[in-house]
């Protein structure tokens, strides 16, 4: 082997795009007897996306995470998951966890926390990663509706999490389901417009049966260090048989956003 050959194998070569992907997965739970097939379609989704670190927001069990990397493992240890409970009915069986699932080919040294502040009616659940030696962190949440004829999110969570841009962490990605439009913010929570740099639409059939929106947010230091692009997907059908539709998996769709120059 010459010289330069020998050079050159001895360079790790690393991806230089960070792609990161949220999804409410809508009660996902191994003990649902009404869809056996939605974990093998949610596993092909996620499969499908190629992304490097996935929230789910509405996930019932707190087993249902690692069941999931399980499941997406091609080979040992190829996916972790961390999953918290974010809210529970008090007195009821009902808990909702938020689950991180994240390829270990792709990003290290990931610490999973939540982040409890009386603001927020669920909790929010962070992790902090290293990818190609850059630390980031990304926040998983889900809003709770004002009301489903106002189709706005609470005011209070969106001033909180407004305040937790401006004094959280400086490469911060806050993914989730907002229950709102875009427009649709507080006086304070006008000022997130700053922040949201990429929202997309989904059907949400449930009270409102209107277009309503998961988002992306992510600091302007992020987006002009980083390009973001955002797009959604559609939901893996090849599991299921031809009686079901892709609101037997989920009525949300999968939003996908690739970050350049990482």
């Known amino acids: ?20 992907c949220s999804w409410n997965v809508q009660q996902l739970s191994e003990n649902s007897k009404k869809r056996p097939e939605k974990f093998q379609a949610v596993v092909d989704t996620i ?35 961390q999953s918290y409970v974010v809210y529970a009915v008090e007195g009821e069986l009902f808990k909702e966890h938020s689950v991180f699932l994240w390829k270990n080919t792709s990003i290290s040294d990931v610490r999973s926390r939540d982040y409890g502040d009386n603001s927020f009616n669920r ?10 030696a850059k630390s980031m962190t990304a926040i998983n949440f889900h809003f709770k509706a004002r009301g489903a004829q106002q189709k706005v999110a609470n005011d209070q969570e969106q001033d909180a999490l407004y305040n937790f841009f401006q004094n959280g962490p400086k490469d911060l990605i806050a993914v989730g389901d907002f229950n709102c439009y875009p427009m649709s913010f507080s006086p304070q929570g006008q000022m997130m417009t700053n922040y949201s740099q990429l929202l997309h639409p989904r059907m949400y059939t449930n009270t409102i049966e209107d277009d309503c929106y998961d988002n992306v947010l992510v600091r302007p230091d992020v987006k002009k260090k980083h390009n973001p692009v955002a797009s959604v997907c559609d939901i893996c059908m090849d599991s299921l048989d031809s009686s079901h539709t892709s609101d037997d998996i989920s009525n949300h769709k999968p939003i996908k956003v690739i970050f350049s120059n990482m």
């Open 1 to 20: 082997m010459d010289n330069i050959s020998q050079q050159m194998g001895s360079i790790s070569l690393t991806s230089t795009t960070l792609t990161l």
């Open 47 to 81: 499969r499908g996306l190629n992304c490097d670190v996935i929230a789910l927001q509405e996930v019932s069990t707190e087993t249902a995470g690692e069941i999931l990397a399980n499941l997406l493992n091609t080979t040992p240890n190829e996916w972790s998951a």
């Open 123 to 132: 909790r929010l659940h962070c992790i902090d990663f290293e990818y190609n």
